[in-house]
């Protein structure tokens, strides 16, 4: 069995890709086989952690074009919580207990993020699942990510996408685009590449947390994410 390069990490995943190719709403195969290899890397004795976006019930850009971005916003917050309770469903049902806590209170479903319990939990071995992004409108689930990533001091951010790795421009549009191996936070910046938002890019430089991107059709990635294989692109 290889060892894990990694002793904790945050997986970031978008709602979309809880979709597949439905686009909307929870694909329960898609979302098992993510989970199948979440616990797959908790049996490597990964500390895991996941910050899951809401896409795929309510995107406020393309649904709440006359609505006010703060009410789109908390919207999206909420969608969040929907898919960490389906992805907590899920890996629960594969014997890996797992606590679900929001930057929204919810008391009813889930705990209120509090630093010191969302450590214990995952030194504990259960996989923490963090919804409502920041709990705050105008910023996205990837500042979130880097936010709960600095937080719980995580090793790496893992950050499946649809695309297999960092590129110079889309590549579905371009297909000159430059594909990166690895690249620095700082010419991400530079480069407006898009990665993530320009707040959680420079909220990983500042944190120094490393990312691994690479697609998430293959969940699999995962798991050779976690164990340091060269996939998809490394940002630091």
Same mark, same amino acid.
């Given at each position: 069995?290889?060892?894990?390069?990694?002793?904790?990490?945050?997986?970031?995943?978008?709602?979309?890709?809880?979709?597949?190719?439905?686009?909307?709403?929870?694909?329960?195969?898609?979302?098992?086989? %993510?989970?199948? +290899?979440?616990?797959?890397?908790?049996?490597? /004795?990964?500390? !895991?952690?996941?910050?899951? =976006?809401? @896409? *795929?019930?309510?995107?406020?850009?393309?649904?709440?074009?006359?609505?006010?971005?703060?009410?789109?916003?908390?919207?999206?917050?909420?969608?969040?919580?929907?898919?960490?309770?389906?992805?907590?469903?899920?890996?629960?049902?594969?014997?890996?207990?797992?606590?679900?806590?929001?930057?929204?209170?919810?008391?009813?479903?889930?705990?209120?993020? %509090?630093?010191? +319990?969302?450590?214990?939990?995952?030194?504990? /071995?259960?996989? !923490?699942?963090?919804?409502? =992004?920041? @709990? *705050?409108?105008?910023?996205?689930?990837?500042?979130?990510?880097?936010?709960?990533?600095?937080?719980?001091?995580?090793?790496?951010?893992?950050?499946?996408?649809?695309?297999?790795?960092?590129?110079?421009?889309?590549?579905?549009?371009?297909?000159?685009?430059?594909?990166?191996?690895?690249?620095?936070?700082?010419?991400?910046?530079?480069?407006?590449?898009?990665?993530?938002?320009?707040?959680?890019?420079?909220?990983?430089?500042?944190?120094?947390?490393?990312?691994?991107?690479? @697609?998430?059709?293959?969940?699999?990635?995962?798991?050779?994410?976690?164990?340091?294989?060269?996939?998809?692109?490394?940002?630091?």
């Amino acid at each position: 069995m290889s060892i894990a390069k990694y002793k904790r990490v945050l997986l970031k995943l978008s709602g979309e890709a809880l979709a597949g190719e439905d686009k909307v709403g929870i694909n329960i195969k898609v979302v098992g086989e %993510i989970c199948d +290899k979440v616990k797959e890397i908790v049996d490597l /004795g990964v500390q !895991v952690a996941i910050v899951v =976006g809401g @896409g *795929n019930f309510w995107r406020g850009r393309r649904n709440g074009e006359q609505m006010e971005k703060t009410t789109a916003d908390y919207m999206g917050m909420l969608a969040t919580a929907m898919n960490a309770l389906a992805l907590q469903d899920a890996i629960e049902a594969r014997g890996v207990y797992t606590r679900v806590q929001t930057a929204i209170e919810m008391r009813e479903v889930a705990e209120p993020f %509090i630093k010191r +319990k969302a450590i214990k939990h995952l030194e504990r /071995g259960r996989v !923490v699942i963090f919804a409502c =992004g920041t @709990g *705050n409108p105008f910023f996205t689930t990837d500042t979130g990510a880097a936010l709960r990533a600095a937080e719980i001091e995580a090793d790496a951010i893992l950050l499946g996408k649809s695309i297999d790795a960092v590129y110079s421009a889309d590549p579905k549009v371009d297909p000159t685009a430059e594909r990166f191996d690895e690249i620095t936070y700082q010419e991400v910046l530079n480069r407006d590449l898009k990665v993530m938002d320009s707040t959680a890019t420079a909220l990983c430089k500042d944190n120094n947390i490393p990312l691994v991107v690479f @697609g998430i059709a293959d969940p699999e990635n995962i798991v050779r994410a976690v164990k340091g294989e060269k996939i998809g692109t490394i940002v630091k």
